[in-house]
């Protein structure tokens, strides 16, 4: 059975295999350990029981700074999944539902509105995946990844996926469309 746990340090040496996908973003060791630091209760692994790293997701609680507060395109306070992947070995077994599931619990916990993630518009397999879970596209952010592996330009747009919480009663933060709703990446605080 595979146990869910908080990421601890030794992790980074155990989770190699897990970011073999060509759509997982590598991070530089004080990455992680600035998540470790900040949300360690954010930061989950899926262990397998050889010991493997299954799965494993960044997230944190965060709002648009203050000085952005009044901009029509500020975040309140929410859940975000900086990071979610799967072994290959361990795809299809329900670990990012697993996963995703606990941080909208904490975010739920922590009154927060909604939990987004940023998803390649090429990426359609997460796509369904989240969207299977209740989230939306709520705007797509224009050439948001500086990097397109699908040859077709220099980069390449994001979805911008939120599911809403608890919190939000009347929905306000999500909308009907949003892959038609285009932002430059510098609206994205």
């Not at 369904?128 to 500086?146: A, I, T």
Request: charged share 25%; proline share 7%.
């Amino acid at each position: 059975m595979a146990a869910l746990r908080p990421f601890h340090p030794l992790d980074l040496f155990k989770f190699n295999h897990t970011n073999l996908d060509p759509l997982t973003e590598n991070y530089g060791i004080d990455f992680y350990f600035s998540y470790l630091a900040k949300w360690p209760s954010l930061f989950n692994v899926i262990e397998g029981a050889d010991g493997k790293i299954n799965a494993y997701m960044m997230g944190k609680l965060e709002s648009s700074p203050p000085a952005y507060q009044h901009s029509e395109h500020a975040l309140p306070w929410h859940a975000h999944i900086t990071a979610l992947t799967v072994a290959p070995s361990a795809r299809r077994l329900g670990l990012a539902q697993r996963l995703t599931s606990s941080l909208e619990k904490a975010g739920d916990e922590y009154n927060a509105w909604f939990v987004d993630l940023f998803v390649r518009e090429s990426n359609q397999v997460a796509q369904s995946l989240y969207k299977g879970m209740g989230y939306s596209v709520f705007r797509r952010v224009v050439g948001y990844y500086s990097d397109n592996p699908t040859g077709k330009s220099d980069s390449e747009d994001s979805f911008d996926m939120r599911k809403p919480l608890k919190r939000d009663k009347k929905r306000e933060h999500i909308r009907e469309n949003g892959e038609n709703f285009p932002v430059p990446p510098d609206f994205i605080f």
